[in-house]
C-alpha cells in the first residue's frame, strides 16, 4: 500500500507557472506507474499526464501537451508535474494516482482514473485571467 500526499498548489495568474509535488510512502515507489488528473466543479475527475515506472514514457492529455512536464525521482519517492503558460480553464483540484505495476511492462503508464488503485487528498490550482 502507498500514502500519497501532494503540494505545490496556489494561485497564480494566466501565463505563471506551478511545480506540484507528490510524496509517496513506502520502499517500493519505483513499482508504481504515477497519473496526475484534475476535477473542476460539476465535473468528472480527468487525465492531466502519467508516467512509466522506469520514467522512460509519459503520457499527456492533449490539452496540456507542450505546457505540462510530469517527471518523477525514484530516489525522492516523488513526482512532479511542472505547469507553465497556465490558464484559467487549468484552474482544478489536481490529484496524484498510482498502481502497482510490477506485472507490467517499464513503459506501460494508463491514463484512465479507473486503473488507478491510490489517491491523494489533493491541492487546488486556481488560475486567475
Known amino acids: 500500500q502507498v500514502q500519497l500526499v501532494e503540494s505545490g498548489g496556489g494561485l497564480v495568474q494566466a501565463g505563471g507557472s506551478l511545480r506540484l509535488s507528490c510524496a509517496a510512502s513506502?520502499?517500493?515507489?519505483?513499482?508504481?506507474?504515477m497519473g496526475w488528473f484534475h476535477q473542476s466543479p460539476g465535473k468528472e475527475r480527468e487525465f492531466v499526464a502519467a508516467?512509466?515506472?522506469?520514467?522512460?514514457?509519459?503520457y499527456y492529455a492533449d490539452s496540456v501537451k507542450g505546457r505540462f512536464t510530469i517527471s518523477r525521482d525514484n530516489a525522492k519517492n516523488t513526482v512532479y508535474l511542472q505547469m507553465n503558460s497556465l490558464k484559467p480553464e487549468d484552474t482544478a483540484v489536481y490529484y496524484c494516482?498510482?498502481?502497482?505495476?510490477?506485472?507490467?511492462?517499464?513503459?506501460?503508464?494508463?491514463?484512465?482514473?479507473?486503473?488507478?488503485?491510490?489517491w491523494g487528498q489533493g491541492t487546488q490550482v486556481t488560475v486567475s485571467s
Open positions: 494516482a498510482a498502481k502497482s505495476a510490477e506485472w507490467y511492462s517499464g513503459s506501460y503508464a494508463s491514463t484512465s482514473r479507473e486503473w488507478y488503485d491510490y
Open positions: 513506502g520502499r517500493t515507489f519505483s513499482m508504481y506507474v
Open positions: 508516467i512509466s515506472r522506469s520514467g522512460s514514457s509519459t
